[in-house]
């Protein structure tokens, strides 16, 4: 009882979790359910361990990467076509417009609450499926060759999202926090 | 061989995800080595990884 409880307890947290993933209410709703439902099953599973929201989010990234895949299968190359858009940044040859500044001490940003948030929306911004190889790649730690597999895109496209999410991150947050 | 700094960036994202050939890194070096806008960039592409923990590893 007090489990289920607990569980219930973190729904908004794996909401937002599973929402920052999936770019869709729905399918959102959809893992979070999936999860809650395997975790009441497998509640000796997590006898022993100490943090519930660790064992109940390792299980819905489970579920986030399924859902992914699905979608890829469903929908392989919708929108975000591999082309290359940083034509703002550099000119024809290849050299910056203006070239990006050192940021002061981003480690210390890291220990304020506003930057996680400003970091947030951030992600946000980011078109869905670039959204979704860039955090595949570095929060679940997946493989290029694995992302581009469950993404249903070819390696050269994968590339590209990675590229393009990380040039589109460190340009928003060069913006809207560090004031460049 | 000459990189531009267009290419610069894209090998230090690619440098997060394979193992650059020796070409690609002494390449890479001698640019950033010449380019303060690539080596602001090398320092930010990891960072991203960093904050990116700090924020999934929110209390709330």
Known sequence: MAFKDDLQA???YLLRYASL???NRDAAEDAVQETLVAALAAEAGFAGRSNLRTWATGILKHKIVDAIRRAGRERPLEGE????????LFDERG???EH???WPD???ALQEKQFLAALQRCLEGLPPRTAQAFLLREHMGLETAEICKELGVTSTHCWVLLYRARMALRECLGKSWFGQ | MNLSCKEATRLLSQREDRKLALGERVALRLH???CRGCRAVSEQIPFLRRALARYFDLPD
């Open chain 1, 100 to 102: 990006p500044d050192a």
């Open chain 1, 81 to 88: 076509d591999g082309s290359d858009d940083f034509d703002a």
């Open chain 2, 32 to 34: 950033l080595a010449l």
């Open chain 1, 21 to 23: 993933h999936l770019r």
């Open chain 1, 106 to 108: 981003p480690d210390a």
């Open chain 1, 95 to 97: 050299h910056w417009h």
């Open chain 1, 10 to 12: 973190l729904r908004p």
